[in-house]
């Protein structure tokens, strides 16, 4: 049972990056997920979320700029990130909602 997040890296302010979550031992498309990042010197953030349905929720200081989606097919969780800030700096984790199973870490920098 595992979740793998992928696709961080280094982006210009005003930039946009997708990340991806590939989720394995589970069935994955029963579960809502979410999204939480860290940034330095912070606690965690819970950024976003998908029921298994496909309803999403949005954190005030991502609204408008994520999108959160997922394929089941693929058992793929998605996060679309446009006009990055320097304060989107942080490591990105996907998460199963129940049973709190967290993947590792993706890091985005956001610097000019």
């Known amino acids: 049972v595992q979740l793998q997040a992928s696709g961080g890296g280094l982006v210009r302010p005003g930039g946009s990056l997708k990340l991806s979550c590939a989720a394995s031992g589970f069935t994955f498309s029963s579960y809502a997920m979410k999204w939480v990042r860290q940034a330095p010197g912070k606690g965690p953030e819970r950024i976003c979320t998908?029921?298994?349905?496909?309803?999403?929720f949005y954190a005030d200081s991502v609204k408008g700029r994520f999108t959160v989606s997922r394929d089941n097919a693929k058992n793929t969780l998605y996060l679309q990130m446009n006009s990055l800030k320097s304060e989107d700096t942080a490591v990105y984790y996907c998460e199963r909602i129940i049973g709190g199973l967290r993947g590792q870490g993706t890091l985005v920098t956001v610097s000019s």
């Open positions: 998908i029921t298994s349905s496909g309803n999403t």
